[in-house]
T-cell receptor, first 117, second 115 residues
Framework: AQKITQTQPGMFVQEKEAVTLDCTYD???????LFWYKQPSSGEMIFLIY??????QNATEGRYSLNFQKARKSANLVISASQLGDSAMYFC??????????????FGQGTTLQVKP | GAVVSQHPSRVICKSGTSVKIECRSL??????MFWYRQFPKQSLMLMAT?????????EQGVEKDKFLINHASLTLSTLTVTSAHPEDSSFYIC???????????FGSGTRLTVV
């Protein structure tokens, strides 16, 4: 069975600095997708970045990058130049298989990030 | 594009009554809809997967007779919490993935309070 682990319940970062949010996963599948979502206090889920298991390069989306280390089964999110609006809960998630619309998404425990001015 | 509209956003109901939550995909066909439950400051726990025109698949430990899921069309899935009790108070959120897109689109969530 697939499992996602986020070991940092809470993190603080100074505005304009970079922060890394940890995520490790476990799966017996060779094909899988890894996602990061941001959830502000409003509750909405905002898609940040995706990494497929066969992607050789780390994914990047603006200030977000995913440090994918397949052998270690880790998919850490790096946020550069933190902004006050980055304060939120962040979830790592995994889908087994590469099917785009039928595979279920399983979430980690989440990390609450607070950006200090 | 790829919007999932979820209603109501907040609902307060009396213990013993039923509550229906709707999720509509506005600009795509959602053959599959995922329903999650989230307690404060905790993770999203998958409750069930609904497929258009067939019975929902429930995760282990989720009471299918209590959480009724209907996916009657390609754009509408509903979750009915039957005989609600205070312990059912939670944040419920639906999700679907438009064909050909990588990310999953989430509804805005429903905060249910049972009194």
């Amino acid at each position: 069975a697939q499992k996602i682990t986020q070991t940092q319940p809470g993190m603080f970062v100074q505005e304009k600095e970079a922060v890394t949010l940890d995520c490790t996963y476990d799966t017996s599948d060779q094909s899988y997708g890894l996602f990061w979502y941001k959830q502000p206090s409003s509750g909405e889920m905002i898609f940040l970045i995706y990494q497929g298991s066969y992607d050789e390069q780390n994914a990047t989306e603006g200030r977000y990058s995913l440090n994918f280390q397949k052998a270690r089964k880790s998919a850490n999110l790096v946020i550069s130049a933190s902004q006050l609006g980055d304060s939120a809960m962040y979830f790592c998630a995994m889908r087994e298989g590469l099917s785009s619309n039928t595979g279920k998404l399983i979430f980690g425990q989440g990390t609450t990030l607070q950006v200090k001015p | 594009g790829a919007v999932v509209s979820q209603h109501p956003s907040r609902v307060i109901c009396k213990s013993g009554t039923s509550v229906k939550i709707e999720c509509r995909s506005l600009d795509f066909q959602a053959t599959t809809m995922f329903w999650y439950r989230q307690f404060p400051k905790q993770s999203l726990m998958l409750m069930a997967t609904s497929n258009e025109g067939s019975k929902a698949t429930y995760e282990q430990g989720v009471e299918k007779d209590k959480f009724l899921i209907n996916h009657a069309s390609l754009t509408l899935s509903t979750l009915t919490v039957t005989s609600a009790h205070p312990e059912d108070s939670s944040f419920y959120i639906c999700s679907a993935s438009p064909w050909g897109r990588i990310g999953y689109t989430f509804g805005s969530g429903t905060r249910l309070t049972v009194v």
